[in-house]
């Protein structure tokens, strides 16, 4: 491969570029469902293919093809070069990619148990072994399981003289239960609604136990179906780490990608409100909000050896003790403003250019015991495993649904509730924020469907987080 | 690669591999998008791909393999992965087998100046979008993609279906500091698309939002835009067109069918040879797309089916809605080539529906809409890009994006006008065609600040 890439190098330079990256990339995924004792898809995915970035003059061109021959490699690095000429066409500010970049090395993801080494029917048979538990309970109307390996082995280089290869391993997998009576459908999900997924291997699915969690969760799913639902009122609202981690991903990941600052992603993903003169000064949130993006982070979602601009991972702070300290760059972006990148640029394949995206965006644990958190609580809810999230396009107005929630009263955990929901504003939110769990309840999650950019990119991020506790909080807007 | 010479290989190596049934899907595409912020191109890109995707029979059980190297031995070993993992599974009774072939219309979706698009071609339509903005002092951001794709299906059992179409689509939203305007074209012809009036219709919007009105949540009448209607009709879509969300009791069609749940004026079928949208022939499974009607005349009828949620019940067969294996398994069928039947009242313009509003909302479009009840389409979403206050027949002035939280099947049963224009609206696969439509109630529930 690293002579495919050095051919699309040379050839862009000869072609006038100033700057230009190619990006070889195979991408292997398998894929396994079941569902109410079937199974319900098997699945083996290969891709593979090469992308040309270059930069002539101030002006970007890209392009990508999944057939890898000299021949084609000349074909698609000219048309990359042609493209570039055109966007000239209607041309921008003059593009500083600030200092170059020459990384060399290798890195490929810790795994204790190579996904791709476990049996087919060993895989079957620990999701039907699950199914076959959430079934017990007569009243689930669909059980559903998953899980899914992938191995992506990526080579960059670029003209400044970088060249790293890479083999990411991600494994991921969920159970759920629906239950469903007259007009009422109510699910649970484990770890997560979102296929709960990490940069690892086989083991995660060994220590997350669908089989021992089965029957907890179609249990909870059919006793929401007689739950109370969740009341309209304003009130103390503690939430579940996975909710935690939806939160950050959508109202501190995504406002603080800079692309989005500076308006490119305007006419799709939406801007943000956390603008450049806001760096440095503004409250975000309360003193014990802390958030970081850390894409060194162990078995994260986001976490990796280099981005798709060849900078290496790291560890930078976004909010510090409340005040918004730091955005998720690129390296154009972060020159701007007189910054260096702090590696954020990631592309789904070879077929798509690298966008600004999360990597582990997370806040940083706190001091609370959960159960002190819910014994210090006169009245309120507990919310947990998101169902429902909407944002809008600057990152501010939310509405978010849990699967399930509990009423708090004279500190303790009371009856169940249905349909719950919140919503408020994501910097008064944060700044309510008065109580985060230690490092015992924090966990890192990992959202594998992040969705950004024109054509439509989705990517996986990771976001640790204990239960935290907010103030004076709408709730139960259903209806 | 011809796809006759990818199904011939496929077909003829599934023998060796001792699959009883073997169904080939290739989707060849050349696709290019040019993307603009801040009045200059920032993003310019093409793809060249291929999606092959076999699947495999052994018995009743199913292993499917996806790959996009289309030599002629990764064509073979695809075929051994996907008999593989059949092989691997416990029977499944519920499988009845690959559909055979059944005669598919012909229809014509290709254009060739769409296919032969060139990059400076889309750089000009594009500079003149951004030359109008900017010489108001706005800025304009957006996306232009022109592409050609092949698309074929064919299997053990005699189907045999190749179709060739074109994409042109645009969307563009132009700001100032106090409003933005938003505006989106789709067809399969290149002159579906204009750029000139993408921008026309974007800046008109911005500059009727150089006055502030302020309108508290609570429920009021909405006029909406036809990219608005979309995301009615796509949520709809979603949660429980489909002919498994129905087996499943998860769609919002239980328990409402033969019913007259929304409005006489509605009326949303699926139609994949309606030359007005953008046709596509046959589904995954090479049977022929049927017009399915899915709300007539306001009655709720049928959601739509592949051959597997055909065979689990008597009397049904499929309408041509097959979707291709997932990651998570089988999706279920969907509606690829939605329609709203444009109205027939009096008020079939937008103007016109402003003209008779004593208060209301005018919204161009709707935004990260999600789920909060699916059975009974309560969604929760924002608007977005042009929200206006109407008062007595006239826009009095723009209002912040607000936040709604409705269900979508109470809003289609108090229709007060529906257009009379269809506008082609692509979004992903799905190719929505809808116009402008006047509801009596909507609820909001919070402005942005």
Redesign the interface.
């Known amino acids: 491969m690293k002579e495919f890439a050095l051919r699309a190098i040379d050839t862009t330079s000869r072609l006038g570029a100033r700057y230009a990256d190619v990006r070889v990339v195979t991408n292997r ?1 398998q ?1 396994i ?3 109410d004792g ?12 090469f992308g040309v970035r270059v930069l002539l003059g101030d ?9 890898i021959t000299a021949a084609e490699i000349d074909r ?1 690095t000219a ?2 070069v ?6 000239a ?5 003059p593009v500083d990619l600030g200092p170059p970049v020459r990384s060399i090395g290798s890195y490929t993801t810790p795994v204790r148990i190579d996904p791709f080494s476990v049996s ?2 060993t895989k ?1 048979a620990l999701l039907l072994g699950a199914d076959a538990r959430i079934r017990r309970n007569s009243k689930v ?2 059980s ?1 399981g ?1 899980v ?1 390996s992938v191995r992506r082995d990526k080579v960059f280089a670029n003209s400044e003289g970088a060249y790293v290869e890479q083999t990411i391993f991600e494994t991921g997998g969920s159970i759920s239960a ?1 239950a ?1 009576e007259g ?3 109510q699910v649970r999900s484990y770890p997560h609604s979102f ?1 709960q997924q990490v940069t690892g291997g086989w083991e995660y699915i060994l220590e997350a136990d669908f089989a021992g969690n089965a029957e907890r969760i179609a249990a909870e799913a059919v006793a929401l179906l007689t739950a109370a639902p969740c009341p309209s009122l304003n009130t103390t609202l503690i939430l579940g780490s996975s909710q935690l981690a939806l939160q950050i991903h959508e109202s501190c990941g995504h406002p603080a990608e800079l692309d989005r600052v ?7 993903a ?1 801007r943000s ?1 956390l603008t450049t003169e806001k760096l440095n000064g503004f409250r975000y949130g309360s003193s014990l909000v802390n958030l970081t993006a850390d894409s060194t982070s162990v078995n994260g979602l986001g976490t990796f050896g280099w981005d798709d601009e060849g900078i290496p991972a790291s560890r930078t702070p976004l909010v510090r003790d409340g005040l918004f300290a730091g955005y998720l760059m690129s390296r154009e972006t972060a020159s701007t403003l007189g910054l260096q990148s702090n590696g954020c640029m990631r592309a789904e394949g070879w ?3 690298p966008l600004i995206r999360m990597a582990n965006v997370s806040l940083e644990p706190g001091t609370w015991e959960f159960d002190d958190m819910i014994g210090d609580t006169d009245d309120g809810v507990f919310m947990e495993t998101n169902r ?7 990152r ?2 939310f ?1 978010f ?1 849990t699967e399930v929630g509990y009423e708090i009263k004279k500190g303790k955990l009371g009856r169940l509730l249905k ?1 719950c ?1 919140y ?1 408020g ?1 994501t910097p008064e939110f944060w700044n309510s924020c008065d109580a985060v769990g230690n490092a015992r309840h924090w966990k890192l999650w990992g959202t594998p469907n992040c969705g950004k950019g ?3 990119q989705t990517m996986g991020t990771g976001h640790g987080a204990a239960p935290g506790r907010f103030r004076n909080i709408r709730v139960g ?3 | 690669m011809k796809f006759r010479e990818i199904a011939d290989t496929v077909l003829s190596a599934a023998k060796d591999a001792k699959s009883d049934e073997t169904e080939v899907v290739c989707v060849r595409q050349e696709e290019s998008l040019t993307r603009f912020a801040n009045n200059h191109i920032h993003q310019n890109v093409t793809e060249s791909n291929y999606e092959i995707t076999v699947r495999c029979v052994v018995g009743t059980r199913v292993g499917t393999a996806v790959s996009n190297n289309v030599r002629t031995e990764s064509l073979r070993g695809l075929v051994h992965r996907a008999a593989e993992l059949a092989k691997l599974q416990p029977e499944n009774p519920e499988f009845k087998g690959l559909p055979g072939p059944v005669p598919i219309a012909t229809t014509q979706a290709f254009d060739r100046d769409a296919a032969t698009c060139t990059p400076q071609a889309r750089a000009n339509g594009v500079g003149v979008l951004c030359r109008k903005a900017q010489s108001m002092g706005y800025t304009a951001a957006g996306s232009m993609t022109t592409g050609v794709s092949t698309f074929g299906v064919a299997n053990s059992k005699g189907v045999f279906a190749e179709f060739e179409s074109t994409v042109a689509d645009a969307s563009s939203v132009i700001m100032n500091g106090k409003a933005s305007g938003w505006s989106h074209a789709s067809g399969w012809k290149l002159d579906a698309v204009n750029m000139e009036s993408l921008a026309d219709e974007a800046l008109e919007k911005v500059l009727l939002g150089q006055k502030i009105a302020e309108c508290e949540p609570g429920e009021v009448t909405v006029i909406l835009d036809p990219f608005a209607t979309a995301d009615l009709i796509g949520m709809l879509a979603y949660d429980g067109m489909s002919g498994l969300a129905f087996q499943e009791e998860r769609s919002w069609m239980n328990g409402r069918t033969g019913q007259r749940i929304m409005s006489p004026e509605i009326t949303i079928f699926d139609d994949g040879l309606d030359l007005r949208g953008i046709p596509l022939p046959f589904d995954f499974e090479g049977q022929p797309k049927r017009y399915v009607a899915i709300v007539e005349n306001g009655v709720c009828k049928t959601p739509v089916y592949d051959s597997h949620t055909a065979s689990r019940r008597p009397g049904l067969t499929s309408t041509g809605h097959a979707m291709p294996p997932s990651a998570g398994g089988t999706t279920g069928p969907f509606p690829l080539n939605l329609f709203l039947q444009p109205g027939t009242s009096k008020e079939s313009t937008v103007e016109e529906m402003i003209r008779s509003t004593k208060r209301g909302l005018y919204i161009t479009r709707f935004w990260y809409t999600r789920h909060v009840h699916p059975r009974d389409v309560v969604v929760t979403g924002m608007t977005r890009d042009g929200t206006f206050l109407v008062e007595n027949g006239e826009i009095v002035g723009a209002t912040k994006s607000m936040r709604f939280t409705q269900s979508y099947v109470d809003a289609l049963a108090g229709v007060a006008a529906v257009g009379n224009r269809l506008r082609v609206l692509r979004a992903g696969g799905t190719t929505i065609s809808v116009p402008a439509i006047k509801l009596n109630r909507f609820r909001f529930t919070s402005a942005t600040k």
């Open positions: 995924n894929s469902a079941t569902k079937k199974v319900e898809g098997l699945g083996d995915f290969e891709s593979i293919g002006a970007w061109g890209f392009a990508s093809s999944a057939e698609v048309l990359a042609e493209t570039a000429k055109a966007s066409k209607v041309p921008g500010e087919l029917e079957l109307k669909v559903e998953s899914l629906t469903v007009n009422e459908i296929r500076f308006g490119t992603e305007a006419a799709f939406g409100f077929n798509r250019i429902s999230w909407s944002i809008d396009d600057m501010y107005n509405q649904g349909n929901t919503a504003i024109e054509p439509m807007v259903f209806r």
